[in-house]
């Protein structure tokens, strides 16, 4: 499955941005998806997942109750809300996928395919 994440831009703190991750297949609602980031310097940190069916979303404590994972299976496509958007939350962005048992927030070992990144920078 090939990923491609779109959306990224420069905002400023306390506004909103959504990603898109569009994958191709035809089997989209058997994969498990996940947003990634990677701020520099730091580890990769899987901040959502979602399950193929879209009723199971787990989210990194640093970002709960602000962002929110979703898919639209018939689109083969994830998003990230990302809402009240903090300096902190500067990073490229990655959606990920995988089969099988769902990871939900893992590590990007847990996950098989990913999209090329989407830069997010949050000016204070």
């Known amino acids: 499955v090939q990923l491609q994440a779109v959306g990224g831009g420069l905002v400023q703190a306390g506004d909103s941005l959504r990603l898109s991750c569009v994958t191709s297949?035809?089997?989209?609602?058997?994969?498990?998806m996940a947003w990634f980031r990677q701020a520099p310097g730091k580890e990769r940190d899987c901040i959502a997942g979602i399950n193929g069916n879209g009723f199971t979303m787990t989210y990194a404590e640093s970002v709960k109750g602000r962002f929110t994972i979703s898919r639209d299976n018939g689109k083969n496509t994830v998003y990230l809300q990302m809402n009240h958007l903090k300096s902190e939350d500067t990073a490229v962005y990655y959606c990920a996928a995988t089969w099988g048992l769902c990871p939900g927030i893992g590590p990007p070992r847990s996950y098989d395919f990913w999209g090329q990144g989407t830069q997010v920078t949050v000016s204070s």
């Open positions: 297949g035809r089997t989209f609602s058997y994969y498990h």
